[in-house]
């Protein structure tokens, strides 16, 4: 556990120290924000600032990793989903930098590379990390045998769900590094549990992981907390929903995932009702959607959505791993 510890606080030194000069380099290239028309008119303010930060965030976690980690394979499959859908989202990044609006890749496009991503992961998993197919219910000691194609489906939507969601949910400053770090404190705690009971160094190597991730968003919330000096952008956003997927595709918890990073499921979920909504009786159930852009139009402050929305993803976070470690 020191190790994992020295790990993070490690990983969060590099993201204070290099964080100053890297936003200013971003400032003199301007890869500044584009703001979405349709957001709340008060993000407009936002305009031009500094983004693509995420590829701080990621530098940070790798110096770590690659000091503390005994590269294991599970931490492997864990860092091909996080840099996998981490260069999907520096895709799109660019792309909105280079056409100077906020439109990137196409959701038909994410989707595919996803995919890909996910078909990847799960070999990995099934050949090299030594999975099975079954799946843990939790609440339970059941387990759900999927077959090789049923695995290969969850892992995609594990991986499409939890980095769109986690995407989502980067609407405010610090709401998404925050909430993830939160819910990677759980995987760090299941992943540590794990490792003290299995003799394969892979668990404890993705505590080590974890923990580096979770360094890294605490460092980069000095400077991404209201009002934010820089965004994480698609590739920090992204690149974290891959990570939590890969922690709960390695760790066996992907239907427990639901309970863990419950905000991030109700953010999603937000957005899928008042689409769904709309088209079926033109009527919205939400001002906006994602949710915390409704309770923004409710005339919350945006610190107080931030500062109560983490503490639902605390609630959820820890309520996931008490289920877990109740019933391991």
Known sequence: MFTALAAGITSMVVILIVGP?????????????TIRAEGPQGHKTKEGTPTMGGVLIWLAVLVPFFIFSQLSVASFAVLVVALGCALIGLSDDWMKIIKGRSLGLSARWKLLLQLALGLLAGFIALHFAGLTTNVSVPFSHVQWHLGTVGFYVLVFLVIAGASNTVN???GLDGL?????????????GIAFIIGRHDPDPGMLDLSVLSTCIVGAC????????FPADVFMGDTGSLGLGGAIAGMAILTRTELLLIVIAGLFVIEGLSVILQVASFKLTGRRIFLMAPLHHHFELRNWSETKVIVRFWIVAAIFAGLGFAI???TF
């Open 324 to 326: 877990y470690y109740a």
């Open 21 to 33: 000069w890297f936003i200013e380099w971003l400032r003199r290239n301007e890869f500044g924000q």
């Open 218 to 225: 605490l460092g980069f919330l000095w400077f991404n907390t």
């Open 168 to 170: 989502l949910t980067d």
């Open 176 to 188: 998404a590094a925050g909430s993830s770090a939160i819910v990677l404190v759980s995987y760090a």
